[in-house]
């Protein structure tokens, strides 16, 4: 057990080491996790020494043949507050911020934000109890972005340990009366250098976007951690997880409703 605590921080130290220095970890920096309380053990650890206020949570999709071996279709990772910028419709105010020879993407997605706390205690949620903690969703970007170019090629179990390849959230604007809105009927595309590289919309997730609300609510409780009014949701990568070089630029259209644009480049020691 001592061998595999000292394993844990020692991938957490090295992860966030290479974070704040901005440097590539050309291989995984000891033996991958082999189970979800691992990988998540992994994260737990290196998030105090990350020393930055969360924010948020990004949620991700886990698809076959992880989802049959871990049973589980979504995973969780940190986004801290640093790495929040605000994006104006039509308007290319923010950047992307990915590690050079690491590994580097955007993402469309929709932003949950939270607005009254769960109950002290509960422990289990339905996605109507999810949905009533609500009170505002944006449209954004994640931007998903890793020392370790492998960390997708090597599965969610090490995706999750490292802050679940987050590397940072840009906000767009938030959609009026989401409610009954049906913005996940909404056809999402992601331009990269003024090309189409996906389209898709949030309604062909299993369970829909709100699923993955209900998940992270349900993760945070059992680790731990505070589900406050506040708390943004990024929900899920609604057109594909698109591999972006830094110098590129990235547009996100969100049916009739939005454009937000975004250059990407690489981050710097901390």
């Known amino acids: 057990m001592l061998q595999l605590e000292t394993m844990t921080q020692a991938i957490a130290e090295a992860f966030v080491g290479a974070r704040r220095a901005g440097k590539a970890l050309v291989q995984y920096p000891g033996s991958p996790p082999t189970a979800l309380a691992e990988a998540y053990a992994v994260q737990d650890a290196a998030i105090p020494l990350f020393e930055d206020k969360i924010a948020g949570w990004k949620v991700g999709r886990i698809n076959s043949p992880w989802l049959e071996k871990l049973g589980a279709s979504r995973l969780a990772g940190p986004i801290f507050k640093k790495s929040v910028?605000?994006?104006?419709?039509?308007?290319?105010?923010?950047?992307?911020?990915?590690f050079k020879e690491g590994f580097g993407a955007a993402e469309a997605e929709f932003v949950y934000r939270i607005g009254s706390a769960p109950a002290p205690g509960q422990q289990t949620f339905a996605v109507d109890e999810a949905s009533a903690l609500i009170d505002a969703v944006f449209c954004?970007?994640?931007?998903?972005?890793?020392?370790?170019?492998?960390?997708?090629?090597?599965?969610?179990l090490v995706t999750i340990s490292d802050f679940g390849n987050n590397n940072g959230l840009l906000l767009g604007p938030e959609i009026p009366d989401w409610r009954s809105s049906q913005f996940d009927q909404w056809e999402v595309i992601t331009l990269v250098d003024g090309e189409q590289v996906g389209s898709g919309k949030a309604e062909t997730f299993p369970g829909g976007?709100?699923?993955s609300v209900r998940f992270?609510?349900?993760n945070l409780v059992r680790r731990g951690f505070p589900?406050?009014?506040?708390?943004?949701?990024?929900?899920?990568?609604?057109?594909?997880?698109?591999?972006?070089?830094a110098g590129q630029s990235v547009e996100a259209r969100f049916g009739d409703f939005s454009s937000l644009r975004c250059s990407i480049r690489h981050s710097e020691s901390k």
């Open 209 to 211: 976007t709100l699923e």
């Open 140 to 156: 954004g970007f994640e931007i998903a972005s890793s020392p370790f170019p492998g960390i997708n090629t090597l599965g969610p």
């Open 85 to 98: 910028h605000s994006l104006k419709a039509n308007g290319q105010n923010a950047e992307g911020m990915i």
């Open 227 to 245: 589900v406050t009014p506040g708390l943004l949701i990024s929900s899920g990568a609604v057109t594909g997880v698109h591999e972006v070089e």
């Open 216 to 218: 992270l609510i349900e």
